[in-house]
């Protein structure tokens, strides 16, 4: 952990200023120690990062790092370990250690990312605007995004909720204007009305209640900030694609329950046919382009990892929310967000400034 990330973060049970303990130290870092709060609260800082996890997903903490917390024992706070973790926070659990399997097995770091990143942040028209920005990620997964925003960004503190921030770190553990942090989205360590920019990309639609996720970037947004979301659009009704989801959706209900391995085994079939059937006669018949109403017209160009990554990914998160047009600009609209843009493709792309310093609800 460095140390400048003590200006960001606060206790996210009582909002109070936090005060580190280091158990050692490696490179000027902190690699393994404590951050305490005079609330009584404590996060552990395991492996260069700190854990502030709190409520029904303490236990995860001590389920992950159960060397640490063995190890410290004397030197950590006394609390009750006897976790009772509720159905939301379950499902959120479920959904973490989904994507952290899923980054660890899909790890690597390509050159096509690059495009993938000015994908997604199109709706800023120029990346530049990034340039001296103190930004917040909010699911980074493994830290594909964070590496390309930090070399615009003047800082950016990159957040997940499960142990895919420790394949964000390794992806980007070289670069020193990047601060890594676990965190839930509903209860975020950090400051209101405090990052110039927040952005979270795939990551609002496999929440339980996404909306409310929403409104909590919002908060730490400071006044005449920016907010960049990417989310899952929904199919209009009797369409090819709308079918082509109906049966990814049957499969769904199985392929959320089986164990993440053999899942894995089962989606190079998949995407094997995905590429077989859809994926290769448009490179046949249109090159690199790519035509935007043909299905998985988006994976022209990308490698055969990308397509069963995605695969994977569509089968094993436990939760997926999609949206319409009007019901994700609703989202902006009674946050009371300004100069709303939204651009379509695969999915909806939304940015919006905020110009108030209320804490939403």
Same mark, same amino acid.
């Given at each position: 952990?460095?140390? &400048?990330?003590?200006?960001?973060?606060?206790?996210?049970?009582?909002?109070? &200023?936090?005060?580190? &303990?280091?158990? $050692? =130290?490696? /490179?000027? =870092?902190?690699?393994?120690?404590?951050?305490?709060?005079?609330?009584?609260?404590?996060?552990?800082?395991?492996?260069?990062?700190?854990?502030?996890?709190?409520?029904?997903?303490?236990?995860?903490?001590?389920?992950?790092?159960?060397?640490?917390?063995?190890?410290?024992?004397?030197?950590?706070?006394?609390?009750?370990?006897?976790?009772?973790?509720?159905?939301?926070?379950?499902?959120? $659990?479920?959904?973490?250690?989904?994507?952290?399997?899923?980054?660890?097995?899909?790890?690597?770091?390509?050159?096509?990312?690059?495009? *993938?990143?000015?994908?997604?942040?199109?709706?800023?028209? *120029?990346?530049?605007? !990034?340039?001296? #920005?103190?930004?917040?990620?909010?699911?980074?997964?493994?830290?594909?995004?964070?590496?390309?925003?930090?070399?615009?960004? #003047?800082?950016?503190?990159?957040?997940?909720?499960?142990?895919?921030?420790?394949?964000?770190?390794?992806?980007?553990?070289?670069?020193?204007?990047?601060?890594?942090?676990?965190?839930?989205?509903?209860?975020?360590?950090?400051?209101? /009305?405090?990052?110039?920019?927040?952005?979270?990309?795939?990551?609002?639609?496999?929440?339980?209640?996404? =909306?409310?996720?929403?409104?909590?970037?919002?908060?730490?947004?400071? +006044?005449?900030?920016?907010?960049?979301?990417?989310?899952?659009?929904?199919?209009? $009704?009797?369409?090819?694609?709308?079918?082509?989801? #109906?049966?990814?959706?049957?499969?769904?209900?199985?392929?959320?329950?089986?164990?993440?391995?053999?899942?894995?085994?089962?989606?190079?079939?998949?995407?094997?046919?995905?590429?077989?059937?859809?994926?290769?006669?448009? $490179?046949?018949?249109?090159?690199?382009?790519?035509?935007?109403?043909?299905?998985?017209?988006?994976?022209?160009?990308?490698?055969?990892?990308?397509? !069963?990554?995605?695969?994977?990914?569509?089968?094993?998160?436990?939760? =997926?929310?999609?949206?319409?047009?009007?019901?994700? !600009?609703?989202?902006?609209?009674?946050?009371?967000?300004?100069?709303?843009?939204?651009?379509?493709?695969?999915?909806?792309?939304?940015?919006? +400034?905020?110009?108030?310093?209320?804490?939403?609800?």
């Amino acid at each position: 952990m460095k140390k &400048n990330l003590l200006n960001f973060l606060v206790c996210p049970d009582c909002g109070g &200023n936090l005060n580190l &303990n280091i158990f $050692k =130290e490696e /490179n000027l =870092e902190t690699k393994e120690g404590v951050l305490l709060c005079e609330c009584g609260q404590f996060f552990p800082v395991v492996n260069f990062i700190p854990r502030m996890l709190t409520g029904d997903l303490r236990g995860m903490l001590y389920e992950q790092f159960p060397d640490f917390f063995l190890e410290y024992d004397n030197l950590l706070p006394k609390e009750k370990k006897d976790f009772q973790i509720k159905k939301e926070a379950q499902k959120k $659990k479920e959904t973490s250690n989904s994507f952290a399997y899923e980054w660890e097995k899909f790890s690597e770091m390509i050159k096509e990312w690059k495009e *993938n990143f000015d994908f997604y942040f199109q709706p800023l028209k *120029n990346t530049d605007y !990034l340039k001296d #920005k103190i930004i917040l990620e909010v699911g980074c997964g493994k830290g594909r995004h964070t590496f390309y925003a930090s070399k615009l960004a #003047k800082e950016i503190v990159a957040v997940d909720l499960g142990k895919a921030v420790d394949v964000a770190f390794l992806n980007n553990k070289n670069l020193s204007n990047i601060y890594f942090v676990q965190a839930d989205i509903y209860n975020l360590p950090f400051k209101n /009305n405090f990052f110039d920019l927040v952005f979270s990309i795939g990551v609002l639609h496999h929440l339980p209640t996404p =909306e409310q996720g929403f409104r909590k970037l919002v908060n730490v947004l400071k +006044n005449s900030g920016d907010i960049l979301i990417y989310v899952y659009h929904s199919f209009e $009704k009797g369409t090819f694609k709308y079918y082509l989801l #109906k049966c990814a959706n049957f499969f769904r209900q199985f392929t959320t329950k089986i164990s993440h391995k053999i899942l894995y085994a089962l989606c190079y079939p998949v995407a094997f046919l995905t590429f077989l059937i859809f994926i290769l006669p448009q $490179k046949i018949f249109f090159g690199r382009r790519k035509k935007s109403n043909w299905p998985f017209a988006g994976y022209v160009g990308y490698p055969f990892s990308v397509i !069963l990554n995605d695969t994977f990914d569509r089968f094993s998160a436990p939760i =997926e929310n999609r949206y319409s047009k009007e019901e994700i !600009l609703q989202w902006y609209q009674r946050a009371g967000l300004k100069d709303i843009k939204i651009l379509g493709g695969s999915g909806w792309r939304l940015l919006g +400034n905020k110009d108030f310093d209320l804490i939403l609800k």
